[in-house]
């Protein structure tokens, strides 16, 4: 079975661009959260959707959004990109939004602001 | 809220050595489930072990063990006999349940085990 894919793996924007990642879940699952991770905040929850619907989103600006499609691929997209927001973005695909579901996470993209 | 605390940034140990990866967490839910993951420098996150929290049996799977404590927080990792390729940060993770069902992490361990 194929792990979580993400597209691209590595971006290079500059400041004031947006940006729109990618991520198509394990075959079968159909929850998809995506986690921020840079050096100074770790690993944080940006948002979880489950049937094409948000579930649960974490504290990040409004600039952060997401989606689902019926097929539960999921992309998030940052308008007016900053310096702060190079990081790296990790999907995690997982059954169902149950909180004993395992998520299993993709490879990420690296974004880098310049 | 819930926390995970990691007081451990760095180990580093020579290979066959046993190493503990501490990991402490709070939450005022009486249902949680605690994670483990594994980041390799390739940068994906790769799952260990999830316990919940009425489960407090330790667990052992192959040279990896989990002690989980509800008396003291604590859900400990043990690698015995490591070897080189145990080298990655590893991130422990609290899910509770309700609507509040994204991971918390901790800030992570890197671990290196030298030759």
């Known amino acids: 079975k194929a792990g979580v894919t993400q597209t691209p793996r590595y971006l290079i924007k500059t400041r004031g661009q947006q940006v729109t990642l990618s991520c198509s879940p394990i075959?079968?699952?159909?929850?998809v959260s995506w986690y921020q991770q840079t050096p100074g905040q770790g690993l944080q929850f940006l948002f979880e959707?489950?049937?094409?619907?948000?579930?649960n989103k974490g504290n990040f600006p409004g600039r952060f959004s997401g989606r689902q499609f019926s097929n539960s691929r999921s992309e998030m997209n940052v308008s007016t990109l900053e310096l702060g927001d190079s990081a790296l973005y990790l999907c995690?695909?997982?059954?169902?939004?149950?909180?004993?579901?395992?998520?299993?996470f993709g490879p990420g993209t690296r974004l880098t602001v310049l | 809220a819930q926390k995970v605390t990691q007081a451990q940034t760095e180990i580093s140990v020579v290979e066959k050595e046993d190493v503990t990866l501490d990991c402490v967490y709070e939450?005022?839910?009486?249902?949680?489930?605690l994670f483990w993951y594994k980041q390799p420098p390739s940068g994906e996150l790769v799952f260990l072990i999830r316990?919940?929290?009425?489960?407090?049996q330790n667990e052992i799977s192959g040279r990896y063990s989990w002690n989980f404590q509800k008396s003291t927080s604590s859900f400990n990792f043990t690698i015995t006999a490591s070897q080189v390729v145990d080298s990655a940060v590893y991130f422990c993770?609290?899910?509770?349940?309700?609507?509040?069902?994204?991971?918390?992490f901790g800030s992570g361990t890197q671990l290196t085990v030298l030759p």
């Open positions: 959707y489950f049937s094409e619907t948000q579930r």
């Open positions: 316990r919940n929290s009425f489960d407090e």
């Open positions: 075959s079968g699952h159909r929850s």
């Open positions: 939450t005022r839910d009486t249902t949680y489930y």
């Open positions: 993770a609290l899910r509770v349940s309700g609507s509040a069902r994204q991971l918390t």
């Open positions: 995690a695909s997982s059954l169902g939004p149950g909180s004993k579901n395992e998520q299993f």
